[in-house]
């Protein structure tokens, strides 16, 4: 059996193509490059010693996971306290997976009030993948959730890919593994369709989730409250964090 549900994976982006034109989903997959082309200069290696407060917040604000209580509490950090950090994360010794784990482990003692396990695995691998997108990928809790088990992959893989790691750092690993599983599968799904950029397979497993989650919402929810929730294409762009533009630096 092969570990990417392919049958299951079409019929998902069937669904999605039901609901919003191609175009439209290509068009999100550009503005992840320009969100990453933003990270990129924010974040680059010569500029991260001297990094600034403006620049810095506006990485956080294009960041899904980073609002309300959250964002207050990563904004107290003093931004001096952000450099080595994410310099570390970025671009420093070791496994990746290993470099986000501390990276949680510093803003647990950084962070003036506590901060859930998600975001922190959330915004360490926004600043891995679009800061430094060659090398690295995305985890967000909408694609794999350890907590409930729940997300985009574990729609479109089989039950005997094992998405539980023994730690964050391991759940980043093989949540990567995943990934390059279902990259591996985008003519035979269907994504390719989306064009050939870097982030046509985050643009996808979005897709994927807020399908399966307009299916939940629907059986769950009032009629008045299903009415109010956005459209897939703008659903897409929230989790990504690209439902608008963040403003030239």
Partial sequence: ???VDTETARELMRQALDAVDVAELAAVAVDLDDKSAQFVRALEPAGLPTLDRAPLEAVLARVFAVRGKARDALQAIPVAAWRDPIANLLDGPGDPGDRLQGFAGW???ASPAALPDNLKADLGSELLRFGRPDAHWLWSRWMWDPRTRTGSLPLLTSAGLDLRGSSLGDTYRRVGRAIALVEGQRSEVGFDRLGQGRFTTEVFLAAVYVVYAYTVLKLRMTRE????????????RRLLGVHRRAPAR
């Fill in 1 to 3: 059996m092969h570990p």
């Fill in 107 to 109: 803003l647990d003692g």
């Fill in 225 to 236: 409250f299903n009415k109010v929730m956005p459209e897939l294409p703008e659903f897409c």
